[in-house]
């Protein structure tokens, strides 16, 4: 019951592969992946998500307009006062106490400030007095400056923009790589698909040797272990198509998951030329790799960031300091109106500081951490680099190597397809021997996936270069999406 289950299932994954086939292409393949798998959705939020950041890391230079306030401000209670001869009294008081605060603020980049202007209105009803008294501010400016510390709004000016940077360049390596992995798919598919075929003709021809084969036993042309050898070849062909048939469904599947397809036809999959063959120079993948690499630019933004810290740690470890200054107007009365009829001066200023007298070498110990992570950072960052241009060199050299590995390869295919024809037309003349013949069946079958495999190899290489220098060397031009 069980063998019966699986031979159903089987049959109806691979029917529609006999009933109606969608023929594809590798290039239609990674468009369509580029277009609708999950990865390069994922890598479309990212970049989303990367562009809001920025663009709420420029919102922060830009004049903030806010309006604040508690309406109401109800309070019913007994609260303690203090009596003129210092005893407590217990007071019933029921009153309200609104407050609306209309602000405009600047950050100031060149100082780390920031520089406002604002509007204060204040209602104040005593419940148990029936008593309304209204104040306002209805002009301030003022400024809040931190003094002999780390600029944030100065560091995140060259840091933010690198992030940004960072994440386009990333979105762009992302589908690239979506590329690289449905290439992958591809060729594991179009392997199953080969093998298939390779499956198919084999048991086809023994079939047809193999009857053959009786017709010469019964004239005594062959003997009886030959024809037992060419039966226990076509045995061992039956079991290698079905083999191959459950391989190519499993790898239908999964090109067709990862594509985000949801056709229920079959799938027959182009055999791909390689590409126009073109020249690549090394160190103009090495200067467009450092030039369109998201990582190229986190190096910059590594050494940033870990110059930050050691500032940080500096201008934290002695004199903080922050000036608060407003200077407006403001006044008070019965009435709303009161308070904008000869408004008096309002002023405030205010310095505090903070100054480490004895810290127990803590705040050196800060310091030299934050060095010896600057120091570790560079020396993480040069490693980087050199891992990078290895990867690249290395790269080059096999792409290169593998364009003319496809030429040999298919040279050797076609070699292999005419001498087997040769043989097998041999066999059928007595003129040669079942060993010879199963020779030749084994040499074609692998020059045939020898060359299939040679060109993953080298179409998974070509995309891995481009991922590498986001530059395609076919058209010289840096590439965009």
């Known amino acids: 019951m069980k063998n019966l289950c699986t031979f159903i299932f089987a049959f109806f994954i691979t029917f529609p592969v006999f009933a109606q086939l969608r ?47 508690t309406i109401p401000g109800f309070t019913r209670s007994y609260i303690e006062v203090r009596q003129p001869d210092g005893t407590i009294s217990f007071e019933q008081v029921s009153n309200n106490n609104s407050l609306l605060n209309l602000s405009l603020s600047q950050s100031i980049a060149l100082t780390g400030g920031t520089v406002y202007v604002q509007q204060q209105t204040q209602r104040f009803d005593d419940f148990a007095r029936d008593n309304t008294r209204y104040n306002g501010v209805p002009f301030e400016i003022g400024i ?62 023994n079939d047809t040797l193999y009857k053959i084969a009786q017709q010469k036993l019964a004239l005594g042309k062959i003997s009886q272990n030959d024809l037992l050898q060419l ?23 999964k090109l067709k998951m990862y594509m985000g397809s949801r056709d229920e036809r079959g799938l027959e999959l182009e055999i791909p030329l390689e590409a126009a063959e073109f020249a690549i120079n090394t160190q103009l993948a090495l200067d467009e790799a450092f030039a369109n690499r998201s990582a190229a630019v986190g190096f910059r933004r590594k050494l940033l960031e870990a110059e930050r810290e050691v500032q940080f740690a500096k201008k934290e470890n002695g004199l903080n300091a922050s000036l608060n200054a407003t200077f407006g107007l403001s006044n008070q009365g019965s009435r709303p109106s009161d308070v904008y009829r000869s408004p008096q001066d309002r002023e405030f200023v205010e310095l505090q500081f903070t100054l480490p007298i004895m810290t127990w070498g803590r705040n050196k110990a800060r310091t030299e951490v934050a ?111």
Not at 188 to 200: D, P, R, S, T
């Open 23 to 69: 023929k594809l292409s590798l290039q239609e393949v990674v468009s369509a992946a580029r277009d609708q798998s999950i990865d390069s959705k994922q890598a479309v939020t990212a970049r989303k998500t990367n562009y809001w950041q920025y663009r709420s890391f420029q919102a922060d230079y830009k004049p903030q307009l806010s309006l604040n306030g």
């Open 144 to 205: 809040t400056q931190p003094l002999f510390r780390l600029n944030t709004l100065k560091w995140d000016r060259k840091i933010q923009p690198l992030k940004y940077q960072e994440g386009n360049q990333q979105f762009i390596q992302s589908l690239e790589q979506v590329a690289l992995d449905a290439t992958g798919y591809y060729f594991e598919l179009l392997v199953a698909q080969v093998n298939l075929q390779i499956a198919e003709k084999n048991r086809s021809n």
């Open 231 to 253: 039966q226990m070849g076509l045995l061992t062909a039956q079991k290698d198509l079905a083999s191959a048939q459950q391989a190519t469904a499993v790898a239908s599947l």
């Open 371 to 481: 060095k010896a992570n600057q120091e570790f950072a560079q020396q993480s960052v040069e490693q980087e680099k050199l891992t990078f241009e290895q990867e690249i060199f290395t790269q080059v050299t096999l792409l290169q190597m593998l364009q003319k590995q496809v030429k040999l390869t298919k040279l050797a295919d076609n070699i292999a397809a005419d001498r087997y024809q040769i043989a097998k037309e041999r066999f059928i003349l007595s003129n040669l021997s079942v060993t010879d013949l199963g020779i030749a069946t084994q040499e074609k079958d692998i020059a045939r996936r020898d060359y299939i495999l040679a060109l993953r190899d080298y179409w998974q290489s070509y995309y891995s270069l481009r991922i590498l220098t986001l530059y395609d060397f076919e058209q010289n031009k840096k590439i965009t999406y």
